[in-house]
């Protein structure tokens, strides 16, 4: 567990968190979040490392999972020095963890050139769907090249971005390929929001 809350601790951060340590002391994680049914191997896209800890926690809590590999693929993330700091946090903490890190291309000028004359798109806007559609097209390629049987990606987890917008991105991704799977589910729960904010304190 990260460390105590504060005292003017919002209701819902309480009620989550005792839910976690419930979960903990029953053995339950890993038993909510169901992989696609046949899924075996994931390749789950990570945007940083603070926003993918609960996020493996769980997956890798799954029995019915035999592996679960990040995939680190991001050229909307700027400069370059933030980039790298971010690859670098999540190569550390997956090593950690012993979980397998994929680190893909900087392919910066390929994302500006698709996102050319959305500039001034809101958040939430077309940018964002060009930008995760993107990001999740390069996962399912890697994830059908390599055998993987499922997609997932830790940009669901953040409130900040529509839900459905990230995840139609993933659908539609492993729609390309037979037999690859996008795996949904509610990533921005309370709960998953309380384990996300708890492992990142304690990996540090």
Known sequence: EGAA??????????????RIKTAREAGGL????IPPEGTKRVLLH??????????????????????????????????????????????RFCEKINVS????????????????GMEYDPERGHRCTEC???RMERCALY?????????????????????????????RAAARYDGLKYWAYDWQSDEMTMRKYQVSERKH
């Open 5 to 18: 809350l504060p005292s003017d601790a919002p209701d819902w951060a309480v009620a989550a968190s005792e």
């Open 30 to 33: 890993g038993q909510t979040a």
């Open 46 to 91: 990570s945007c940083c490392a603070p926003c993918s800890g609960a996020m493996v926690e769980e997956m890798c809590a799954s029995e019915s999972l035999d592996e679960v590999v990040v995939f680190f693929y991001n050229p909307n993330i700027h400069p370059r020095k933030e980039y790298e700091i971010r690859k670098e946090e999540n190569k």
């Open 101 to 116: 890190f994929i680190d893909c291309d900087y392919d910066v000028e390929n994302w500006y050139a698709r996102m050319k």
């Open 132 to 134: 995760f559609d993107m």
């Open 143 to 171: 994830a059908h090249e390599h055998g993987f049987d499922a997609i997932a990606t830790t940009n669901a987890t953040s409130r900040w971005k529509d839900a459905k917008q990230v995840d139609d991105s993933g659908f």
